[in-house]
């Protein structure tokens, strides 16, 4: 059982009443039914934190069923993906079940449902289906075929199992209700004829399961007491229990499907179809690319089984579909990183840093913590020397007053080690520094108890000693899409989104102990952010990736685009109060540069819808926002472009109107800018009295177009 000391969500209170009805606790059985024509994204790590969880809970066995109706899509790479996925976020199977070891049962019930006359084979086209299935508001005619009889279908059947026909000439369909209001459930098709290899059945089969039918008998096979799918196969709750009308025994258990919410993660795709197309178009490298929103892509990525299973506990289970910042999903891992990862020391973007007064050919190893937050971590020694590597945006030669690191002339500490102080700079021919020189205190060592070590400086920095030094390659990942939610826009591909800063490659320099690292091993660089070791490391060359920053950067980022609207909400009102051309050109000018600078696709049209009203400031706000953002008119919905132009046409303001009628003359899709040619004419022949004489003239060039 559950227990009574948490608050249950919807799915265990199913569960519960379902016990209190009369079913045994013995009887509970899950499962969790990949299809393995993919490999498994984040959005199935909550599936499987669900059912897997379930099964903790009611101490009950959970399946691993591989739904393998579709030879076209399925691989055994898949398969074996998917097993290699649940293992390791610390899941085990009860049994390891596929859909294809039920292919023959299936089939004998599918001959059963025909001898009942409840199933016949249709010999239309897939085009005359469409047109005789009808529509969500108008029924469906019944298929000529219809009535065959039960001696035809059954003959026609064994002869598509038998692979007498071509794909496409004859599929088997459950006769139910043309007329149902559940499109799902006017004879929907249970076989349809394919001549493909089966990853497990070989050739043996020439006819295959529709999921519909394969899944709930599946289920039943197995006596599953829980069926748990997400929202979308809500309507396809009464076919599935159509199916198992025509089959069940009274002396066996009746699976439940029940449906649950979808948990998208911003910034990412979990469609199957779309995380294939970014492979092979090869926007990424592969399945297990660190940008994927796969759970191998994330494991080599750096984030671990811990922070994905409470990942998927803080976003819970819901009845609605939510998008859930990937800012959550960053957090889990800091949170489990932040316990279990070493601190060590890397530079990333170096420049040299000489100790002018340290001895030449002197070399220290100094003691560094490994964690504080773990004190079973102990120390590890780091060596010290006279010149060393430090991040090249450590240093300002001329710093403003709140720059708390090294300038010339103040003093830092050197993490572990001592204060140093800047003092002087090497230049190349360009500007370019290329060495900093500085003097260190001798008695601030730090942890040596001296009075100088205990100093207050303004800050810290980290280092590694270029004698001692180790190249290693770094992948700095950042998210894959620009946009939150990259598949949410109609009139956009989300290819649109991909960000093209995703990955960058540098060259960086780790401290000696990480010589023998193992691949996933994980490491916090101190002030950069958690990495870990790519499979592509070997002895000769590292490769580290990087997790995650020590800190969101894209909430800032996004706070300050949020300020940036706003600010400029706030400036256009000044726009109509000003005198002179010059000012308002000057507020124009800072606004489209502020708009410019806005990398969120879904925060522009957000605005751009909310501020089509009849104010005078917002429309005129809408229209800067086509003129200046990155993105075309014909990226918006198109419905929000229709109504902005049609209402800034109207509007009291001349400067609404004349940068309405600018942006439509300079439009990209000609038809819609045709579509106020009345309009436009209507204004030119009977101007309004507030017509500026710019207006006028803008006017009178689009008529003469």
């Known amino acids: 059982m559950a227990s009574e000391e948490k608050s249950l969500n919807f799915i265990e209170q199913i569960i519960e009443e379902d016990v209190k009805s009369g079913l045994s606790n013995t009887k509970l059985r899950f499962r969790f039914p990949p299809e393995p024509n993919g490999y498994l994204h984040i959005g199935h790590a909550s599936s499987i934190a669900l059912n897997f969880g379930l099964g903790i809970d009611y101490q009950s066995p959970v399946n691993l069923r591989f739904d393998d109706t579709n030879p076209e899509k399925e691989e055994q790479e898949f398969v074996d993906a998917i097993k290699k996925d649940v293992e390791w976020l610390g899941y085990k199977w009860a049994e390891e079940c596929y859909a294809s070891d039920y292919f023959q049962q299936l089939y004998d019930w599918a001959v059963l449902l025909i001898k009942k006359d409840k199933a016949y084979v249709d010999s239309q086209t897939s085009e005359e289906m469409a047109i005789q299935k009808g529509t969500p508001t108008t029924p469906g005619t019944d298929s000529p075929y219809r009535n065959r009889s039960v001696e035809e279908n059954l003959d026609l059947f064994e002869r598509m199992k038998n692979g007498e026909f071509e794909a496409g000439t004859h599929i088997l369909r459950a006769k139910i209700d043309m007329k149902s209001t559940n499109m799902l459930m006017r004879d929907p098709i249970m076989y349809r004829i394919l001549h493909k290899h089966h990853h497990r059945t070989g050739d043996t089969w020439k006819i295959y399961p529709m999921y519909d039918w394969a899944h709930g008998q599946s289920d039943y096979l197995e006596q599953i007491s829980h069926s748990f799918c997400t929202l979308e196969f809500l309507p396809h709750r009464e076919l599935y229990d159509w199916f198992l009308d025509q089959i069940f025994d009274d002396n066996k258990l009746r699976p439940k499907q029940r449906e649950f919410a979808r948990r998208n993660l911003s910034h990412t795709v979990v469609s199957k179809r779309k995380l294939q197309q970014l492979v092979k178009e090869k ?11 796969t759970i191998s892509g994330l494991r080599r990525r750096g984030y671990t089984a811990v922070s994905l299973r409470n990942f998927a506990n803080t976003i819970g289970i819901a009845k609605r579909d939510n998008l859930i910042n990937v ?71 001329e710093a403003p007053a709140k720059f708390f690191r090294l300038t010339l002339g103040k003093e830092v500490r050197l993490k572990n080690a001592y204060i140093i102080k800047g003092e002087s700079v090497v230049k190349d021919s360009e500007g370019n520094i290329t060495v900093i020189h500085v003097t260190y205190d001798t008695d601030s060592l730090s942890g040596s108890g001296t009075e100088a070590s205990q100093r207050k400086v303004s800050g810290t920095l980290h280092w590694v000693s270029i004698q001692h030094a180790l190249e290693a390659e770094v992948r700095l990942y950042d998210r894959l899409f620009t946009d939150e939610a990259p598949d949410s826009y109609k009139e956009k591909n989300f290819l649109d989104f991909v960000n093209p ?114 104010n005078k400031a917002s429309l005129l706000f809408s229209q800067f926002i086509l003129k200046y953002s990155n993105w075309k008119s014909t990226d918006f919905e198109e419905e929000d472009i229709k109504k902005l132009y049609s209402m800034s046409l109207k509007s009291e303001s001349t400067y609404v109107r004349s940068k309405a009628l600018l942006n439509l003359r300079d439009i990209e899709s000609e038809s819609l800018r045709n579509q106020y040619d009345d309009e436009i004419l209507k204004l030119y022949s009977n101007s309004p009295k507030n017509a500026s004489e710019r207006e006028i003239e803008i006017l009178s060039e689009m008529v003469k177009k």
Not at 286 to 292: A, T
Not at 510 to 531: C, H, I
Not at 593 to 603: A, D, G, R, T
């Open 327 to 397: 800012s959550v999903l960053e957090f889990c891992i800091r949170e489990d990183l932040n316990k279990i990862a070493p601190r060590v020391m890397a530079v990333l973007d170096p420049v040299k840093l000489v100790i002018t007064n340290y001895p030449e050919g002197k070399e220290e190893w100094l003691e560094a913590e490994n964690n504080q937050e773990d004190e079973s971590a102990g120390f590890r020694k780091v060596p010290f020397s006279r010149e060393l590597y430090i991040e090249r945006e450590d240093f300002l030669e």
């Open 283 to 293: 926007h990424v490298n592969g399945w297990d690319d660190p940008r994927m929103s």
């Open 501 to 614: 800063n995703s990955l960058e490659i540098v060259t960086g320099y780790v401290e000696p102990s990480l010589a023998t690292v193992q691949n996933e091993d994980k490491f916090q660089f101190q002030r950069l952010g958690y990495f870990t070791v790519d499979k592509d490391s070997t002895a000769s060359k590292l490769v580290f990736n990087k997790t995650v920053g020590l800190k969101d950067a894209w909430e800032e980022k996004g706070k300050k685009e949020e300020n940036s609207i706003n600010n400029s909400l706030k400036e256009i009102n000044k726009y109509f109060k000003v005198e002179t051309k010059p000012e308002r050109i000057a507020i124009e000018s800072a606004i489209g540069e502020n708009i410019k600078n806005i990398s969120s696709f879904s925060l522009l049209q957000n605005s751009l819808k909310k501020n089509i009203n009849n």
